[in-house]
């Protein structure tokens, strides 16, 4: 099991900046992937940034691509995503995530979740 704890939510500017951080308990193992989404009203959860546990490779959505810089410790057991350039679009619940099985962009895919936080971008 896999306990997930994100911080770093608030309120922003648009154009200004905000890093988000996911503190797990338990194993990641190498093979897992840690994910970031974020999730609006009425709509599904919708793919930010992942990067590969063990390698650390990284994979970005189109609208956040140059923006947003995800990445890992593997000896702290955390994972960040640092959000520069905001739009008020970037409003939305963020959540990070870990999939055991590799590199997915579907939120089904995952199998432990934060709890979430808020970032709002107001322009």
């Known amino acids: 099991q896999v306990q997930l704890v994100e911080s770093g939510g608030g309120l922003a500017q648009a154009g200004g900046s905000l890093r988000l951080s996911c503190a797990a308990s338990?194993?990641?193992?190498?093979?897992?992937?840690m994910g970031w989404f974020r999730q609006t009203p009425g709509k599904e959860r919708e793919f930010v940034a992942a990067?590969?546990?063990?390698?650390?490779?990284?994979y970005y959505a189109d609208a956040v691509k140059g923006r947003f810089t995800i990445s890992r410790d593997t000896g702290k057991n955390t994972g960040d995503l640092q959000m520069n350039s905001l739009k008020p679009e970037d409003t939305a619940v963020y959540y990070c995530?870990?999939?055991?099985?590799?590199?997915?962009?579907?939120?089904?895919?995952?199998?432990?979740w934060g709890q979430g936080t808020q970032v709002t971008v107001s322009s």
């Open positions: 338990g194993r990641i193992f190498s093979s897992s992937v």
């Open positions: 990067i590969r546990w063990g390698v650390g490779n990284r």
């Open positions: 995530a870990v999939d055991r099985n590799g590199l997915s962009y579907t939120a089904t895919a995952y199998d432990f």
